[in-house]
């Protein structure tokens, strides 16, 4: 079993810096225009041939309510009818991909993201999933991994119940914090008895796995009121839960400039905050899984990470990294084969492209060699805390110290820090550097001195 993870005050002063969360590598940040239709419908023919199994990924943007600390592309409407007319362009998207590939392919792998999802209505939501079944080979026997976010402002035991009958089982919850101060503070009121609701629901319901999204950092939060909101959490017993840290970036961000920068908590008052939220999560039986996600000992998740299975893509942690991600709705990215592709984060844009008959990919890249090498150091590196040299040696025919020799020194500096061992075999990330393993990674990454490190969120 690996160990768990030690806390380490200075090591985590010295790594703490901002770097992208490489849910792929390159980042989004390198996509360029291009790569457009023509490379996504070749890629998928690739795909088509090689009969590879699938992910989906469906964003729907809207939302009733504007919450103050979101980043994601959204629309905020209490028009319900808008919802309409993109369902309309999504289910044509749809239908258009699915006939470059094969009904053999089948999807291992669903998921549902926004914005908010069940902001769609009932006959919505049985409408897409139809469009969907026509078009793609569902798994129909719960075997997949098909999960969708919620807000429990926007759904109820009805809505529960559709969702497990429409083939979901895997449910992620957006709690961040129950304080009513900091819910004031970033305008997203929400009770922990809405909350307890939906998740009795989906055990009741038998959904395979639950999901809590929590948010250090926020406005008004202290320490002792964090502890108190991990603890309430912990009663819902979800399976596996996410804190994440908030990152406050409003010169990117618009609805951030309405959070009141005088009630952010300090900078150790945060990591308070996450110190404490771990030694809770560890004695309530949550295993550390990286990159701010915990899991049960028994989920699958911590399972693949004992046996080396465990991988990392646009949809985060996942067993299905083998399969290729077609990304469906406005801003989706793609993953296929070695293409990565964009649609359009422009609302008006990726409808009017859809009604017109076209796809609405507007940039992407092609990984080269020396992307899929630092890919696969990478991914090692976040889902095993262990990179052995001869596992990249042997699949890319390199000398592994001879191609980063540049960055040896730095290795040796970590290493003489106590964030890692290494030999001329491998890396291995000690228990007190796993909470900053984005850091290592990010001594692999070609592109990283090009960037604004403004644009990403801190390691801690």
Known sequence: MLDTINWDTDLIHRYDQAGPRYTSYPTALQFHPGVGPAELLDALHGSRRALRPLSL?????????????CACNKVITKDRSRSEPYLDRLTHEIALLGGHLDRRQRVEQLHFGGGTPTFLNHAQLRRLMGTLRQNFSLL???SGDYG???????????????????GFNRVSVGVQDFDPAVQRAINRLQSLEQTRAIIEAAHTLQFRSVNIDLIYGLPKQTPASFARTVAEVIALQPDRLSVFNYAHLPQRFLPQRRINTSELPSATDKLAMLQQSIAQLTAAGYRYIGMDHFALADDELSSAQEEGR????????????HCDLLGLGVSAISQIGELYSQN????????????KGQLATRRGLHCNADDRIRRAV???????FELEFSVIENQFNIDFRAYFGAIWPQLQHMAADGLLDLSDRAIHIRPAGRLLVRSVCMLFDHYLAEQNRQRFSRVI
């Open 57 to 69: 990924y469906l964003h729907i943007p809207f939302c009733a309510n504007i919450c103050y600390y």
């Open 140 to 142: 129909e026997d719960d």
């Open 148 to 166: 969708i976010e919620l807000d429990p402002r926007e759904a109820d035991w009805s809505s529960m119940g559709l969702l497990r009958e429409l």
């Open 310 to 321: 465990l991988q990392r893509n646009f949809q985060g942690y996942t067993t299905h990294g």
């Open 344 to 355: 359009s984060s422009d609302l008006a844009q990726y409808q009017n492209d859809l009604e």
């Open 378 to 384: 990478i991914q090692h590196l976040i889902c095993r």
